[in-house]
């Protein structure tokens, strides 16, 4: 069954240094989001990503975030100076071209800023 | 402004036991989506149902149920038969429709689920 994939699961930064975590959505979906759980807390919608352009963000994705689609089949989230308070559980979800369609998760990338 | 709010944090049963997850939700918009999803021990996010605000037929799966009542604006889930198994954090989550959509996905606050051997 197809699935989507996040790298690295586990990545660990120095405040101030950037990042990029690393998604794979499933192959014919056209619709991509980032979302973020706190340790603890609710999952947070960041961004949603259609037909190469961000269809919406959230205030937490502010200028220090970005997101690319590089090629046909990663998606990129980039937080380029990183806070303590970034850290959290980043999901990659798709979704296919029925926008209400459920949306598939990613295992997600724990990042812990020191 | 849309809002979903799961009241209960923390949920306790034994084995066997039925047990009903609240969900309330708020929106403007009259064309709307509502999910539920589960969150193991593992971590991952993992879809049990959507519901279009058109259909308020319940839906059975198996041990799994949904109650829809726009009256009341809720989306409750029940589980009959509780098992270890279904031991996990679980989502209500909201998302509008018509053409302004995004998908964006508005998530509760989460029900932890333990259920006790």
């Known amino acids: 069954e197809p699935e989507v994939t996040q790298t690295p699961s586990h990545q660990v930064t120095q405040m101030g240094q950037e990042v990029i975590l690393r998604c794979v959505p499933i192959s014919n979906h056209l619709y991509f989001y980032w979302y973020r759980q706190i340790l603890g807390q609710k999952v947070e919608f960041l961004v949603s990503f259609y037909n190469n352009e961000i269809s919406e963000k959230s205030e937490i994705f502010d200028d220090q975030f970005s997101v690319e689609r590089p090629d046909g089949s990663n998606f990129t989230l980039k937080i380029r100076s990183t806070k303590l308070e970034d850290s959290a559980m980043y999901f990659c979800?798709?979704?296919?071209?029925?926008?209400?369609?459920?949306?598939?998760f990613g295992p997600g990338t724990r990042l812990t800023v020191l | 402004a849309q809002k979903v709010t799961q009241a209960q944090t923390e949920i306790s049963v034994v084995e066997k036991e039925d047990v009903t997850l609240d969900c309330v939700y708020e929106?403007?918009?009259?064309?709307?989506?509502l999910f539920w999803y589960k969150q193991p021990p593992s971590g991952e996010l993992v879809f049990l149902i959507r519901?279009?605000?058109?259909?308020?037929q319940n839906e059975i799966s198996g041990r799994y149920s949904w109650n829809f009542q726009k009256s009341t604006s809720s989306f409750n889930f029940t589980i009959t038969a509780s098992q270890v198994v279904d031991s996990a954090v679980y989502f209500c989550a909201l998302t509008k429709g018509g053409s302004s959509n995004t998908g964006k996905l508005i998530f509760g606050q989460g029900t932890t689920l333990q259920v006790k051997p």
């Open positions: 929106t403007r918009d009259t064309t709307y989506y």
């Open positions: 519901r279009n605000s058109f259909d308020e």
């Open positions: 979800a798709s979704s296919d071209r029925d926008l209400y369609n459920e949306q598939f």
